[in-house]
């Protein structure tokens, strides 16, 4: 969850640094710190709390130092204080680190009965002392990881520097994400190529077990045995300017009105103008055994796991065989049955959540085909599946994810049709159906952000409630749950998502006066159940916020508030166009209350750890 950042070159080497960590700020922002070697000598600036707080000190860095290396952290073990910011710290040695080290505690007892003291209460701190012991009697750092390695259990990115080889950074990765930017006489290590992207858009993607030394000339790449790796650099697609704000206040508002662009760009990629025919070579569809297939589950978390439960409505009918969608950090723990019949699609905006890419290792030791719907190129996900259909959004830093979300459904959408093609079990008229509505959404999508004025009124009426409730039906159950987690997660308001006809089995207790109620009732099969529900609300006096059809009267007139949605004639498409109005809700929300809406408490873009 942790970003690290590396540059070694010929230039004051500190600016770059706290640039990079700025980029990567959305993995972690409770302490930061840098440390460079200048003088063969290591010194170092840290502190607690936002990289807001690193800046004022990085003066005390010499100008001198053209190698060093920076960390932002998500706190696992020990407080977000600036004592636990990395870089730790001993000797002429530096260390930061990305992951847990899982056996920390007998590794920290062995190394205190040994004389050692620490100085945090970090879990990374003992692989520094570990290294500082080795370099007594293996003086060279390559030598010495190669030594310690083996006794470390856990997740880790490290980036290490040491006085005795002022002219090399070393990163080691295991678990992980870790990333090298080659350069023009300088090099470079991120935690994350979009950290990389103003500074080069040649990379190579470190991979499990193995340590590279990075010089400002060369970068040598070995596996934990110690033999040299021949690893070429791929090129980024993604440019510097797409992770910048363009001139929004947030990055959350910008990659929200990315979004009919985004869902453009997908279909006009993968959906053949002319034809309506699905690229399924480019969806990654073709290097799948369609033929073995007997059933899906589908592994996420979060708001991805939410766009996979859409995916029941959709690639269900399709493709015609049973979908499961399980929560990643659940499934892998309880033993699923799997078999090679079974196709384990990992839902990921990262790539690297490493529940989810547990469960892949998972599926594929159970001889599963696997198959990722991601967006970030190169991530761990896709390097372990079999095969991958990437997203293509473009970078989303805000850390509540939103081009990501209908992204998402969008391809879990495209890739039921793709397979449903292919194998020629598509109804003539439903598959021409699915491909109308395929051609509103662009549209549909664009109309629903040209009511974000009308949403922030909204908003400004309702701010101060302590509690929500949104409830929606069929496809639209997940708009709520997905519209419940985005208010959660940037106004720090307590929501609740349910679906409609559940409320009377417990959760209407909830309901009086007070209490606002988000009700999304597009106009699909569900509808007159859903009136149903919003009427048993109103009865209780239950603040009603309808999210509906603009011309839908009978609603609108149950309602407080009503937020004017364009329908579309799908209902698992219609969920990407409700969401937009959820989105701008709890936008506008948290502005209002004034929260840190790119960079929430306590919550981290990249989730790394289990
Ligand atoms: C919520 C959010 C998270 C992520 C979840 C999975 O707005 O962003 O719930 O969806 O952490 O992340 P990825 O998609 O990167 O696997």
Not at 248 to 268: S, W
Not at 515 to 532: F, G, N, R, T
């Amino acid at each position: 969850m942790c970003g690290v950042v590396g540059f070694v070159g010929v230039r004051p080497g500190v600016r770059v640094i706290f640039e990079g960590l700025q980029r990567l700020e959305y993995r972690g922002y409770d302490s930061a710190g840098i440390a460079t070697i200048s003088g063969g000598k290591i010194h170092a600036v840290k502190s607690d709390g936002k990289l807001l707080r690193l800046e004022p000190l990085l003066h005390e860095l010499p100008e001198s130092s053209f190698i060093g290396m920076g960390h932002t952290r998500w706190a696992t073990h020990g407080a977000p204080t600036t004592q636990n910011a990395h870089p730790h710290l001993l000797g002429n040695l530096a260390l930061i680190h990305n992951g847990i080290i899982e056996n920390y505690r007998e590794l920290k007892q062995e190394l205190i009965a040994d004389g050692h003291v620490f100085s945090s209460e970090t879990d990374s701190e003992v692989v520094l002392h570990l290294l500082s012991r080795e370099l007594k009697t293996t003086p060279e750092i390559k030598g010495a990881l190669l030594k310690i390695i083996p006794r470390l259990r856990g997740a880790y990115g490290l980036g290490i520097m040491w006085g005795g080889e002022p002219e090399a950074l070393y990163l080691v990765k295991e678990g992980s994400p870790a990333v090298i930017g080659v350069g023009d006489g300088e090099n470079y290590f991120a935690s994350d190529a979009l950290s990389l992207l103003p500074l080069t858009k040649s990379v190579i993607f470190l991979n499990d077990g193995e340590i590279a030394r990075l010089t400002k000339s060369s970068v040598d790449i070995c596996d934990f045995s110690g033999k040299l790796l021949n690893r070429p650099p791929s090129i980024l697609s993604w440019t510097a300017a797409s992770a910048e704000k363009q001139g929004y206040r947030h990055y959350m508002l910008k990659e929200i009105h990315e979004q009919p662009a985004v869902l453009a760009n997908i279909i006009g990629r993968l959906v053949n103008p002319l034809t309506g025919a699905i690229d399924t070579k480019q969806m990654g569809i073709d290097d799948l055994d369609l033929a073995k297939i007997r059933s899906i589950v589908y592994v996420a978390c979060g708001t991805a796991y939410y766009s996979a439960m859409i995916s029941k409505y959709s690639v269900e009918q399709f493709i015609g065989v049973p979908v499961s969608v399980e929560l990643a950090s659940e499934f892998r723990y309880r033993d699923p049955y799997l078999d090679p019949s079974t196709l384990v699609i990992a839902v990921t905006q990262s790539g690297e959540t490493a529940d989810t890419l547990a469960c892949i290792k998972h599926a594929v030791a159970r001889g599963c085909q696997t198959f990722a719907i991601c967006n970030v190129q190169h991530s761990s996900i896709p390097r372990a599946t079999k095969a991958t259909l990437y997203m293509e959004a473009g970078p989303e830093v805000g850390v509540a994810s939103t081009k990501a979300f209908t992204s998402m459904v969008l391809c879990h959408y495209l890739f039921g049709l793709g397979i449903g093609q292919k194998k020629r079990q598509i109804p003539a008229d439903v598959y021409e159906k699915a491909i109308q509505a395929l051609k509103q959404l662009p549209s549909a999508a664009d109309r629903a952000i040209s009511t974000a004025g009308l949403v922030e009124d909204v908003s400004a009426k309702y701010y101060e409630s302590g509690n929500f409730i949104f409830m929606g039906r069929g496809p639209s159950f997940m708009v709520a749950l997905e519209g419940a987690l985005k208010l959660k997660e940037i106004s720090y308001i307590h929501a609740e998502g349910y679906a409609g006809g559940e409320l009377k089995h417990g959760p209407i207790a909830l309901v009086d006066k007070y209490m606002p109620i988000v009700a999304i009732a597009p106009l699909d099969s569900h509808y007159e159940k859903m009136i149903s529900n919003v009427e048993e609300v109103r009865a209780r006096e239950g603040l009603l916020i309808g999210v509906g059809d603009l011309h839908d009267e009978r609603f609108k007139n149950l309602c407080q508030d009503y937020i004017a949605c364009p329908q579309i004639s799908d209902a698992a498409l219609q969920t990407i166009v409700s969401v937009i109005s959820l989105q701008f809700l709890s936008y506008y929300i948290a502005v209002k209350r004034g929260t840190d809406v790119d960079q929430p408490r306590n919550l981290a873009k990249s989730v790394t750890v289990e």
